[in-house]
């Protein structure tokens, strides 16, 4: 059974930084951060691949990172310089096309979430 535990959300104001974390029981293909507010679709942010190639959203390019700690079994994103439109509810997907909410991401299907972190960036 695949289980994701985010932390690291909190209330920041702009230009300010926040590192989300997201523990996971086992690893997948990919791997990757979803966004979302409400009345909007949940969007893609950033990506890890197998391949460690990755992908990053153009509204995040430049300001976040995503990294993984394989030794840990956990996914990182630093989101530094951060604007009043990344708040969000974030959440830690894995790929797999699962019962459920299932998004594609950069060709993949992110099917495995976490219960998601609330991120806010106010003046």
């Known amino acids: 059974q695949v289980r994701l535990v985010e932390s690291g959300g909190g209330s920041v104001q702009p230009g300010g930084s926040l590192r989300l974390s997201c523990e996971y029981t086992?690893?997948?293909?990919?791997m990757a951060w979803f966004r979302q507010v409400l009345g909007k679709e949940r969007e893609g942010v950033a990506a890890l691949f197998s391949d460690d190639s990755i992908n990053y959203a153009d509204s995040v390019k430049g300001r976040f990172t995503i990294s993984k700690d394989n030794a840990k079994n956990t996914l990182y994103l630093q989101m530094n310089s951060l604007k009043t439109e990344d708040t969000a509810m974030y959440y830690c997907?894995?790929?797999?096309?699962?019962?459920?909410?299932?998004?594609?991401?950069?060709?993949?299907?992110?099917?495995?979430w976490g219960q998601g972190t609330q991120v806010t960036v106010s003046s």
């Open positions: 997907a894995a790929e797999g096309y699962a019962r459920g909410r299932n998004k594609l991401y950069a060709g993949r299907y992110f099917g495995y």
């Open positions: 086992a690893s997948s293909d990919s």
